[in-house]
Every structure is written in C-alpha cells, then in structure tokens.
Nanobody, 122 residues
Framework: LQFVESGGGLVQPGESLRLSCVAS????????IGWFRQAPGKERTGIAC????????NNIDDVEGRFTISRDNAKNTVYLQMNSLKPEDTGVYYC????????????????WGQGTQVTVSS
C-alpha cells in the first residue's frame, strides 16, 4: 500500500488548502487512514483519523473546527480540508494507514510517501 500526497503550498494566515492522498497497491477501504504532520525540527505526529467507511473521525484539539478529514473510497482518496490556517500549521503532511489512537491515528506500517509541504506565512 502506497500513498501520494498533494495539495500543499505557501499560503497566508487565515487562508485554506485541501490536501489529497491517493492510495495504490490495495483498496483504500481496507484501512482507517490518518493524516500526520511533521513540523520543522519536530517529530511526525498524528492530527486526524478517519474510519474505513468514513463514519468515524477524530482530530487533535489544535485543528478542531478548522481541519476536516474525509474520504472517497471509490476514488481511493482521502482529503484534509484545512481552513483558517495558522503559522504553526506549517510542516510536511503525510497520510498513512492507521488505527484510532487517542485523538488521531497511530500508523500501522512504517512506510511513508514523500509528503506535501504546507507553509503558512505572511
């Protein structure tokens, strides 16, 4: 199972981005999927998770009310809609198969795509 993330970019505070994560090598609906973020100089951490059907979701407090995770299994794609972006949202964003853990996901496999860079700066 491999993922390709896209949709990142350089935006100003308060703007929006929608990230996409396309899976290949297996059917996406076999797995819960998480979005993870690695801020500069920090470890990669989970920020949101969605169940196989999309019926259950969670996210960390820092993105509550601003980020929304969703999925389209027919397109083998998971999305992360990010609104009201803040400078502290800056980082490389990754998606991965996972299991629900606390307020986000714990990755199932230690296998990562190239990620997509999000930079929030005025």
């Amino acid at each position: 199972l491999q993922f390709v993330e896209s949709g990142g970019g350089l935006v100003q505070p308060g703007e929006s981005l929608r990230l996409s994560c396309v899976a290949s090598g297996a059917s996406l609906d076999l797995y819960a999927i998480g979005w993870f973020r690695q801020a500069p100089g920090k470890e990669r951490t989970g920020i949101a998770c969605i169940s196989r059907s999309g019926g259950s979701r969670n996210n960390i407090d820092d993105v509550e009310g601003r980020f929304t995770i969703s999925r389209d299994n027919a397109k083998n794609t998971v999305y992360l809609q990010m609104n009201s972006l803040k400078p502290e949202d800056t980082g490389v964003y990754y998606c991965a198969a996972g299991t629900f853990s606390g307020s986000s996901c714990r990755p199932l496999f230690d296998s990562w795509g190239q990620g997509t860079q999000v930079t929030v700066s005025s």
